[in-house]
């Protein structure tokens, strides 16, 4: 089983570019963000960016997108994290 959820993987895909394409602040965002000590390596995030960019999915093998539904899927991602993160932070208070 893969270390990394769906969630996880969107959340840095997110991350990254929010962050002018920088790796480095995905990994700290993520790692402020999932109050865990350790990220994903730089090569597995290449690779999920890879992944995602080719298929428009955040997840492993799931993928069979055209690069036309790619914007789309994006922001379909993006506000599923959003809401993930509203819904987290309306629990906390």
């Given at each position: 089983m893969d270390q990394w959820t769906g969630v996880h993987r969107a959340f840095v895909i997110r991350?990254?570019?929010k962050s002018n394409?920088?790796?480095s602040t995905a990994?700290?965002?993520f790692k402020k963000h999932f109050s865990i000590y350790q990220t994903p390596p730089t090569n597995v995030i290449k690779s999920w960016l890879r992944h995602f960019e080719s298929t428009g999915s955040s997840q492993?093998?799931?993928g069979g997108y055209?690069?036309?539904?790619?914007p789309?899927?994006?922001?379909t991602i993006c506000n599923q994290c959003l809401?993930?993160?509203k819904n987290f932070?309306?629990?906390?208070?």
């Open positions: 991350s990254y570019y394409d920088s790796i990994q700290r965002l492993g093998s799931c055209s690069r036309s539904s790619l789309q899927i994006f922001c809401s993930n993160e932070t309306s629990s906390v208070k």
